[in-house]
């Protein structure tokens, strides 16, 4: 049984006590726009090479709707992805959270996160990914992570387009899955987002052409432009 669910349902149990899915997720777009204008109050106060770090950003955009906002989860998860043909990203046991993440974290410590290092755009997604690949939260993993990746890109004083990212969310998700593959990962589709966020040296005056609009909208051979975000399923102890 998933205790994060209202009974017999995949709605998640939330502070409003909204049991329609799409009333639930209108208003969790609703709020998470609020908490995202405002999210620059919370910057100055995280450590960045501390993975906990996370559990601040979630909370901050989940406390008004979720109790457990900024908790990680304590049930494995799954969900059907159309791009992997139906199968599922292996996300992390719920018991190796912590240990996971405190690996990615001294990973990332030893990197030069500055425009002079060659390398940045395949660290910077493989970072992202590896965060990304834990999934430490009942919900809400792809826009924590992604807030996460920002505010990073801000202290470590990149130039960094997160307007892409979020206007091309269907994209950036599918990415991700296509690059979290345990077996023969597909990064060239991630790379390519961050590749383009890390180099648009002015994102506001900055303008998509029809040709790049376009490189975001197929993954494999799916046009994910009509994208939906679908519930995930638990997964019971063996």
Do not use: C
């Not at 998470?32 to 906990?52: E, G, P, Q, V």
């Not at 901050?60 to 304590?74: I, P, Q, V």
């Not at 992390?92 to 002079?116: K, M, P, V």
């Not at 892409?164 to 987002?193: K, T, W």
């Amino acid at each position: 049984m998933d205790p994060y669910v209202y009974p017999n349902t995949k709605i998640l149990i939330n502070k409003l006590n909204i049991q329609d899915e799409q009333e639930l997720i209108n208003i969790e777009a609703q709020l998470l726009i609020a908490s995202i204008l405002d999210i620059h109050t919370i910057s100055d106060t995280l450590d960045f090479n501390d993975y906990r770090s996370l559990k601040t950003i979630h909370h901050f955009l989940f406390e008004d709707l979720y109790s457990w906002a900024g908790e990680f989860r304590t049930v494995n998860i799954y969900k059907s992805e159309r791009v992997l043909n139906g199968l599922s990203v292996t996300y992390s046991d719920y018991s190796r959270i912590d240990t996971d993440l405190l690996a990615i974290f001294n990973w990332a410590i030893l990197i030069d996160w500055t425009q002079e290092n060659p390398q940045l755009p395949s660290n910077f997604a493989k970072f992202m990914t590896d965060i990304w690949r834990v999934h430490p939260y009942r919900e809400g993993n792809t826009r924590a992570v992604s807030i996460f990746m920002k505010l990073f890109a801000d202290k470590k004083d990149l130039t960094f387009n997160a307007e892409l990212l979020s206007q091309n969310v269907g994209y950036l998700r599918n990415a991700l899955v296509m690059a979290a593959i345990d077996e023969a990962p597909e990064n060239s589709y991630l790379h390519r987002i961050i590749t383009d966020a890390l180099s648009l040296v002015n994102p506001i005056e900055a303008e998509l052409s029809e040709e790049k609009q376009q490189s975001y909208q197929i993954i494999r051979q799916y046009d994910i432009t009509n994208y939906e975000e679908k519930p995930f399923d638990t997964i019971k102890d063996k």
